[in-house]
């Protein structure tokens, strides 16, 4: 007996005539649902996974509006929704973790059962790739936002960096780095508790983020500390003036205390140009805390320009 060539060969013999075209069919289907899924295997941004889903529903399904949507707890979070549903649908839901479950939502164009059966062996196989890219970008997001203020991290500013000064410098643009200091916050969790003190300083993150640009850099950069960068800024008056009208924004803002009065708080802000004072950022932000040393030093609420000179003036022992 001579052995079979090809998989397809051994199907003609064991598949009566009528099915072996949807055998065929279906073997095929599953060999292109393999091949998809190893596409999406590659290390992919979130984006441009959806994306291929969407090109593998459009060009597979002719379908162009869907959503995926995870549920943890009964509550829902819409991962990707591109168009508009109709009343008429098709889910697929799937399992992927002890607390959750993904859905996907389709447009059911008169979709045939053979369609869904379809488009079910294409979840099945991917719909675990779908959630441990979401659970790496949920993971890069944790690492790179403060969990307190949902500002940047010293990790995202670092990272951001390294793209943004040699475009500055390429570019010629000024930046004027801000770093700010809440005065004496210490007081805050020693008079109302650790919650109201996190709570304060979601608020002053709040109403900085509220004033400066979308443009603007603003990150946490610890304790009761925040960096903000005026990405592009035209002059160094034009620092020292939006310094100014922060540092009076922030005395203004307040947090109904657990003593029913509104609490208030200042700040001292210290200024740092590039590249006038450096071209390494690391440095522009060692002036800024230089200055802001230098502005603590005079007093509560105030804002003072690095100046070279005040190096001499910091006891470092």
Do not use: W
Request: proline residues 2%; aromatic residues 8%; hydrophobic residues 40%.
């Amino acid at each position: 007996m001579t052995p079979n060539n090809t998989l397809i060969e051994r199907l003609n013999q064991i598949v009566d005539k009528v099915h072996i075209d949807e055998v065929r069919d279906i073997i095929d289907k599953l060999t292109h649902i393999n091949l998809f899924k190893h596409s999406i295997e590659d290390n992919l941004s979130i984006d441009v996974l959806y994306q291929k889903i969407a090109k593998e529903l459009k060009k597979e399904f002719s379908i162009e509006c869907f959503t995926i949507t995870l549920i943890t707890d009964n509550k829902k979070k819409i991962l990707y929704q591109q168009g508009s549903l109709s009343n008429k649908q098709y889910n697929y839901t799937s399992k992927v973790s002890n607390e959750s479950i993904m859905k996907i939502t389709f447009c059911d164009k008169n979709l045939t059962e053979y369609n869904k059966l379809t488009l079910n062996s294409y979840f099945k196989e991917t719909i675990q790739l779908i959630y441990i890219q979401y659970i790496l970008l949920e993971l890069k997001n944790s690492s790179m936002i403060d969990p307190q203020t949902q500002l940047e991290n010293r990790i995202s500013f670092n990272i951001e960096m390294k793209t943004l000064i040699p475009l500055a410098l390429r570019e010629k643009m000024n930046i004027g780095a801000l770093l700010i200091n809440i005065d004496r916050f210490q007081a805050v969790n020693d008079e109302h508790g650790d919650d109201f003190g996190d709570q304060f300083l979601k608020l002053y993150a709040d109403t900085i983020k509220h004033h400066i640009r979308s443009s603007d850099i603003a990150v946490r950069f610890g304790g009761a500390e925040f960096l903000v960068l005026l990405i592009n800024v035209d002059t160094e008056e034009r620092a020292m003036m939006l310094a100014n009208n922060l540092r009076e924004e922030l005395a203004q803002t307040y947090l109904i205390s657990p003593n029913n009065d509104k609490f208030k708080k200042t700040v001292c802000i210290g200024v740092s140009m590039f590249p006038e004072d450096s071209t390494d950022i690391n440095i522009i932000v060692k002036n800024a805390e230089t200055a802001l040393i230098g502005a603590q030093d005079i007093g509560r609420n105030n804002v003072l320009r690095f100046k070279e000179e005040e190096e001499n003036f910091i006891e470092l022992f």
